[in-house]
């Protein structure tokens, strides 16, 4: 615990001292940089210190009502805040490369809320009191929020900004509901005593349930509260999209998961609920990443598509819990808590990717790159593996949660009989069709943006980071390859993680014995691919290689307009697979006559949810609401009149209930 | 184990060829040609080792990767399937599914290999490529879906097992189906008429082999050789459902299972003679139906 209030410590005092105005520049990116590197090794100490000498509790009293700084680091929180630790500690390093040149007045202020949010992040995970939690919460919100707007003279960047703001305080308040409901209920705010929720009528908890999934989803992304992500993601520095793509949105998913752990019995229709909202939002997802073409909002929409998968899976895991099927529980945890690890170093490392183009190249559409793997080697080929692990293909680590998920489906629905076997394998008919679109959307992204010619004069004066940003997306290269080849590493945090959520023994050693052989799985192909390469090499060693330009079919002038555009790869997608919701506006673009002129052809992808869905509702509530502003006439004689109004009822209730 | 290592690499390496030839002596049979030798594309994968590369100037490490890749996974596919009598080299619970993702790491590679050419022939292969695996995936996973739940193993060496001839007596009906299916997922995988022409590389409703416009020599030899063992593979498969069987003598069993295997490249020949390929935008409209297909003979044994 003490190496934990160490951490918290450099990152306070660093972040607030890189604040300090009239420092010199430099010396303000050393101080943020070096404070955020040092809190995050402290942390990460920390927790392997609890994984290894099992839960440390700490408890000092506030004066807040309610409230308490109570501390725990569990298996669960311990689970949660390695990413956190892990992510900030490489966002760190990266961040430093990546604001080297930025032209702002003051660099310490990123700094100061970076340090913030991994605290707040810390904070929220460890909390084991209602009050702190939600104090923490708020903190993470908004040290977040000022991030997102960093770059706020850009308009959409403002924009942006106030929607995420919008969408986390009203699932804050969701929150808030939550707590004052569970508080009330249980007696206290301290979680040790929430254990009496499982106690509670169906109605009161099911109530609870719905507020804690609207609150808690709409900060993970949950389809269809996802709206501010992809809006939030391309406009925050890259660093910080990576951090909040792997590790914020999942304090989410902790904050579901720990209040799941106090109900020890849930209704089979909870799970469904997840289901149907991961599952929506996981295709919903992936069909609108194939429409982006800018490379941060489409990764930001796989990050929707991932978190679908995990609720889902989460989902599954209450459904099969509710039918005694313990097994197939088991897998569908481990599975999903697998995939928020995997999602965590592979989304991150896609970031830093992004955030590497963005800085070589200078734009995030898709259409202006091209060919930068010959610019941008190490980032080009972290940006492959970081699309193989999106893609769950071996020996990356993305497969392992996606095949414990599978397992948990076939599980349940190889064996029951009639519509309880029917479900599952729906269910896995609709992931595999979600597994084909990642590979889809991710062959785009690497196809249009690192291969081929350059699309743009930008792409071919594009030149490679710096260390202080490779590194960090080398070492995740790297972890996410250990994870794929060794699933069997994370089998502790699992179950340690598993403990907490009521399976002891997560999962038999069969199990993990079968996932080894995937990973050994995983090694083999590295081993098939090495032993081809060699054969072919000894066969072949006369063979001399020439060069020549791409064959066009005899035509004698290719340029680099004729090969595929962004929008122009997944056109035959659109028309044989989307529904009608996940096309794009297009207007214009045909050329008509004999000799036609210039053409020009607008094509924009926009997000239903948030147009049909959010926008009317919003601008029906703000009318409503403009009729409450003859209450607010602008006159201080009324105002005063309020003030004297409501001292006066004030007075009443304490006159009538007190005496 | 290792005589089964050796046997199925033995089956990959010397059988796959032959197949190709099958095919086209029976296409050429029924156009009253001639045609070339049986062994020919052992002779072409032969010259094509001898040759040099030439590769396009936009290209990077990604489009020599594609063909390396594109023969390591069949070849590790294949020690995951049972050849006839000859048992899986390896197997774990859940294997299908790592098998299933095997093949979409050769497609990414293949796919983005296309891309990096930069042509826009080979965008549209890739294009094509993708797009149609959506579809493709979730009829592979029902089929093995069908084949777990009337085995009761959770490995392919389980599912292709003895208990098939079993299986035929209880879900006959279930089993026509998904064979019915895994035909279709056998042609489209390895892009044969009615949804892909393997001859016409010009065409621009090509698919598979319009991506491999660019490659020479023995990255070329690679992808033959790559795309003969998948043809195999899922042959493999077929015929293993065909003929559940045991003839009571290992080596009786090797035979009818090679004998099971030319059979049916001689069917995959007489289906690309006597049909024409499928209009581009009917190709997804197929693979639908055959989804559902595959997934209505899951209904048929969960009833």
Same mark, same amino acid.
């Given at each position: 615990?003490?190496?934990?209030?160490?951490?918290?410590?450099?990152?306070?005092?660093?972040?607030?001292?890189?604040?300090?105005?009239?420092?010199?520049?430099?010396?303000?990116?050393?101080?943020?940089?070096?404070?955020?590197?040092?809190?995050?090794?402290?942390?990460?100490?920390?927790?392997?210190?609890?994984?290894?000498?099992?839960?440390?509790?700490?408890?000092?009293?506030?004066?807040?009502?309610?409230?308490?700084?109570?501390?725990?680091?569990?298996?669960?929180?311990?689970?949660?805040?390695?990413?956190?630790?892990?992510?900030?500690?490489?966002?760190?390093?990266?961040?430093?490369?990546?604001?080297?040149?930025?032209?702002?007045?003051?660099?310490?202020?990123?700094?100061?809320?970076?340090?913030?949010?991994?605290?707040?992040?810390?904070?929220?995970?460890?909390?084991?009191?209602?009050?702190?939690?939600?104090?923490?919460?708020?903190?993470?919100?908004?040290?977040?929020?000022?991030?997102?707007?960093?770059?706020?003279?850009?308009?959409?960047?403002?924009?942006?900004?106030?929607?995420?703001?919008?969408?986390?305080?009203?699932?804050?308040?969701?929150?808030?509901?939550?707590?004052?409901?569970?508080?009330?209920?249980?007696?206290?705010?301290?979680?040790?005593?929430?254990?009496?929720?499982?106690?509670?009528?169906?109605?009161?908890?099911?109530?609870?349930?719905?507020?804690?999934?609207?609150?808690?989803?709409?900060?993970?992304?949950?389809?269809?509260?996802?709206?501010?992500?992809?809006?939030?993601?391309?406009?925050?520095?890259?660093?910080?999209?990576?951090?909040?793509?792997?590790?914020? !949105?999942? !304090?989410?998913?902790?904050?579901?998961?720990?209040?799941?752990?106090?109900?020890?019995?849930?209704?089979?229709?909870?799970?469904?609920?997840?289901?149907?909202?991961?599952?929506?939002?996981?295709?919903?997802?992936?069909?609108?990443?194939?429409?982006?073409?800018?490379?941060?909002?489409?990764?930001?929409?796989?990050?929707?598509?991932?978190?679908?998968?995990?609720?889902?899976?989460?989902?599954?895991?209450?459904?099969?819990?509710?039918?005694?099927?313990?097994?197939?529980?088991?897998?569908?945890?481990?599975?999903?808590?697998?995939?928020?690890?995997?999602?965590?170093?592979?989304?991150?490392?896609?970031?830093?990717?992004?955030?590497?183009?963005?800085?070589?190249?200078?734009?995030?559409?898709?259409?202006?790159?091209?060919?930068?793997?010959?610019?941008?080697?190490?980032?080009?080929?972290?940006?492959?593996?970081?699309?193989?692990?999106?893609?769950?293909?071996?020996?990356?680590?993305?497969?392992?949660?996606?095949?414990?998920?599978?397992?948990?489906?076939?599980?349940?629905?190889?064996?029951?009989?009639?519509?309880?076997?029917?479900?599952?394998?729906?269910?896995?008919?609709?992931?595999?069709?979600?597994?084909?679109?990642?590979?889809?959307?991710?062959?785009?992204?690497?196809?249009?943006?690192?291969?081929?010619?350059?699309?743009?004069?930008?792409?071919?004066?594009?030149?490679?980071?710096?260390?202080?940003?490779?590194?960090?997306?080398?070492?995740?290269?790297?972890?996410?390859?250990?994870?794929?080849?060794?699933?069997?590493?994370?089998?502790?945090?699992?179950?340690?993680?598993?403990?907490?959520?009521?399976?002891?023994?997560?999962?038999?050693?069969?199990?993990?014995?079968?996932?080894?052989?995937?990973?050994?799985?995983?090694?083999?192909?590295?081993?098939?691919?090495?032993?081809?390469?060699?054969?072919?090499?000894?066969?072949?060693?006369?063979?001399?290689?020439?060069?020549?330009?791409?064959?066009?079919?005899?035509?004698?002038?290719?340029?680099?307009?004729?090969?595929?555009?962004?929008?122009?790869?997944?056109?035959?997608?659109?028309?044989?697979?989307?529904?009608?919701?996940?096309?794009?506006?297009?207007?214009?673009?045909?050329?008509?006559?004999?000799?036609?002129?210039?053409?020009?052809?607008?094509?924009?992808?926009?997000?239903?949810?948030?147009?049909?869905?959010?926008?009317?509702?919003?601008?029906?509530?703000?009318?409503?609401?403009?009729?409450?502003?003859? !209450?607010?006439?602008?006159?201080?004689?009324?105002?005063?009149?309020?003030?004297?109004?409501?001292?006066?009822?004030?007075?009443?209730?304490?006159?009538?209930?007190?005496? | #184990?290792?005589?089964?290592?050796?046997?199925?690499?033995?089956?990959?390496?010397?059988?796959?060829?032959?197949?190709?030839?099958?095919?086209?002596?029976?296409?050429?049979?029924?156009?009253?040609?001639?045609?070339?030798?049986?062994?020919?594309?052992?002779?072409?994968?032969?010259?094509?080792?001898?040759?040099?590369?030439?590769?396009?100037?936009?290209?990077?490490?990604?489009?020599?990767?594609?063909?390396?890749?594109?023969?390591?996974?069949?070849?590790?596919?294949?020690?995951?399937?049972?050849?006839?009598?000859?048992?899986?080299?390896?197997?774990?619970?859940?294997?299908?599914?790592?098998?299933?993702?095997?093949?979409?790491?050769?497609?990414?590679?293949?796919?983005?290999?296309?891309?990096?050419?930069?042509?826009?022939?080979?965008? #549209?292969?890739?294009?094509?490529?993708?797009?149609?695996?959506?579809?493709?995936?979730?009829?592979?996973?029902?089929?093995?879906?069908?084949?777990?739940?009337?085995?009761?193993?959770?490995?392919?060496?389980? #599912?292709?097992?003895?208990?098939?001839?079993?299986?035929?007596?209880?879900?006959?009906?279930?089993?026509?189906?998904?064979?019915?299916?895994?035909?279709?997922?056998?042609?489209?995988?390895?892009?044969?008429?009615?949804?892909?022409?393997?001859?016409?590389?010009?065409?621009?409703?090509?698919?598979?082999?319009?991506?491999?416009?660019?490659?020479?020599?023995?990255?070329?030899?690679?992808?033959?050789?790559?795309?003969?063992?998948?043809?195999?593979?899922?042959?493999?498969?077929?015929?293993?459902?065909?003929?559940?069987?045991?003839?009571?003598?290992?080596?009786?069993?090797?035979?009818?299972?090679?004998?099971?295997?030319?059979?049916?490249?001689?069917?995959?020949?007489?289906?690309?003679?006597?049909?024409?390929?499928?209009?581009?935008?009917?190709?997804?409209?197929?693979?639908?139906?055959?989804?559902?297909?595959?997934?209505?003979?899951?209904?048929?044994?969960?009833?």
């Amino acid at each position: 615990m003490n190496l934990l209030f160490w951490s918290w410590g450099i990152l306070l005092v660093g972040g607030l001292a890189a604040l300090f105005p009239g420092l010199p520049r430099q010396f303000a990116r050393w101080l943020g940089c070096c404070s955020a590197v040092a809190g995050c090794i402290f942390g990460l100490g920390a927790t392997i210190d609890s994984l290894g000498h099992g839960p440390a509790t700490y408890m000092y009293p506030w004066t807040v009502p309610g409230g308490a700084v109570s501390l725990s680091i569990d298996g669960l929180a311990a689970f949660f805040l390695v990413p956190i630790f892990l992510i900030g500690l490489l966002g760190a390093i990266y961040g430093f490369g990546y604001l080297a040149d930025s032209s702002s007045r003051t660099p310490g202020k990123i700094w100061f809320f970076y340090n913030l949010l991994i605290l707040s992040m810390t904070l929220v995970v460890t909390a084991a009191n209602g009050m702190l939690f939600l104090v923490a919460w708020e903190v993470m919100s908004l040290s977040s929020f000022f991030l997102v707007i960093d770059d706020h003279k850009q308009s959409e960047v403002r924009r942006a900004g106030l929607l995420y703001l919008l969408a986390t305080h009203l699932g804050g308040a969701c929150l808030f509901a939550f707590f004052l409901g569970a508080g009330t209920l249980c007696g206290s705010l301290e979680f040790s005593v929430f254990s009496r929720l499982a106690t509670l009528p169906p109605i009161a908890a099911s109530t609870l349930f719905c507020l804690m999934l609207l609150g808690f989803g709409s900060k993970a992304g949950l389809f269809p509260l996802h709206v501010w992500l992809p809006e939030a993601h391309p406009a925050a520095p890259s660093h910080v999209s990576a951090l909040m793509s792997g590790a914020m !949105v999942k !304090v989410g998913i902790y904050g579901m998961l720990r209040m799941l752990s106090f109900f020890s019995v849930t209704p089979a229709w909870w799970g469904w609920l997840m289901i149907v909202a991961g599952l929506g939002g996981a295709l919903f997802g992936i069909g609108m990443a194939a429409t982006q073409s800018d490379l941060k909002r489409s990764l930001g929409y796989s990050t929707v598509e991932n978190i679908g998968i995990i609720f889902f899976a989460l989902g599954f895991w209450l459904i099969a819990r509710a039918e005694g099927h313990t097994l197939a529980a088991s897998l569908a945890l481990t599975g999903g808590l697998l995939h928020i690890w995997n999602h965590a170093l592979f989304k991150s490392l896609l970031f830093f990717g992004a955030g590497s183009i963005l800085h070589g190249s200078g734009s995030r559409n898709l259409n202006r790159m091209g060919g930068l793997l010959g610019r941008m080697p190490v980032t080009g080929l972290t940006l492959v593996a970081g699309a193989m692990a999106v893609g769950a293909l071996p020996p990356m680590n993305g497969l392992v949660g996606e095949w414990f998920i599978y397992r948990a489906l076939i599980e349940s629905g190889g064996e029951a009989q009639g519509m309880a076997g029917f479900y599952p394998l729906v269910l896995m008919g609709l992931l595999a069709l979600v597994g084909g679109m990642v590979i889809l959307v991710f062959t785009r992204l690497i196809g249009i943006a690192l291969l081929g010619q350059p699309h743009h004069h930008s792409a071919t004066t594009a030149h490679e980071s710096g260390w202080p940003m490779l590194a960090p997306m080398m070492v995740l290269t790297g972890l996410c390859l250990v994870a794929g080849v060794l699933p069997t590493l994370l089998m502790g945090p699992v179950a340690a993680a598993g403990a907490i959520l009521g399976h002891p023994l997560l999962l038999p050693r069969k199990e993990w014995i079968s996932a080894m052989w995937l990973g050994l799985g995983g090694g083999g192909i590295i081993l098939m691919i090495g032993m081809v390469v060699i054969v072919t090499k000894i066969f072949s060693r006369k063979g001399s290689v020439g060069s020549a330009s791409t064959w066009g079919c005899g035509f004698q002038v290719p340029t680099f307009r004729m090969s595929y555009s962004a929008e122009g790869y997944v056109e035959l997608a659109q028309k044989g697979l989307f529904c009608s919701c996940l096309r794009p506006q297009i207007s214009g673009g045909r050329a008509i006559s004999l000799f036609p002129g210039p053409a020009e052809l607008f094509h924009r992808s926009t997000d239903l949810v948030l147009t049909r869905l959010y926008h009317p509702v919003f601008a029906r509530s703000a009318d409503l609401c403009s009729r409450l502003r003859r !209450v607010q006439a602008g006159i201080v004689h009324l105002y005063l009149f309020y003030i004297f109004l409501a001292t006066i009822l004030l007075l009443g209730w304490v006159a009538h209930f007190q005496g | #184990m290792i005589l089964r290592l050796l046997l199925h690499l033995l089956l990959l390496f010397m059988l796959a060829p032959l197949l190709a030839g099958i095919i086209g002596k029976t296409k050429a049979t029924f156009a009253g040609r001639t045609g070339v030798p049986f062994f020919q594309l052992y002779w072409d994968l032969g010259k094509l080792f001898k040759k040099g590369v030439v590769i396009s100037r936009t290209t990077s490490w990604i489009f020599r990767t594609g063909p390396v890749i594109g023969l390591a996974v069949p070849l590790l596919a294949a020690l995951f399937l049972p050849f006839g009598p000859v048992g899986a080299v390896f197997s774990f619970n859940g294997d299908l599914i790592f098998f299933v993702y095997l093949f979409a790491l050769a497609r990414f590679f293949t796919a983005t290999a296309a891309l990096d050419t930069g042509s826009s022939f080979e965008g #549209m292969g890739a294009v094509r490529e993708v797009t149609f695996s959506c579809l493709v995936e979730p009829t592979l996973f029902f089929i093995l879906i069908v084949l777990v739940r009337l085995s009761g193993s959770l490995t392919l060496s389980g #599912m292709f097992g003895p208990t098939l001839v079993a299986s035929w007596h209880s879900a006959g009906a279930s089993l026509i189906i998904i064979l019915v299916c895994l035909l279709v997922v056998t042609l489209v995988e390895n892009c044969r008429i009615p949804f892909d022409d393997p001859n016409t590389h010009l065409e621009l409703t090509m698919i598979h082999e319009v991506m491999v416009l660019d490659h020479s020599g023995p990255d070329l030899g690679l992808i033959l050789y790559g795309a003969a063992m998948k043809l195999l593979i899922f042959g493999a498969m077929l015929v293993r459902l065909i003929l559940p069987f045991s003839l009571g003598n290992f080596w009786l069993d090797l035979m009818l299972f090679i004998v099971g295997l030319c059979g049916l490249a001689g069917l995959i020949g007489v289906i690309e003679s006597i049909m024409a390929r499928l209009q581009l935008l009917r190709i997804p409209q197929l693979l639908i139906g055959t989804s559902l297909l595959s997934f209505f003979s899951v209904i048929l044994l969960l009833r």
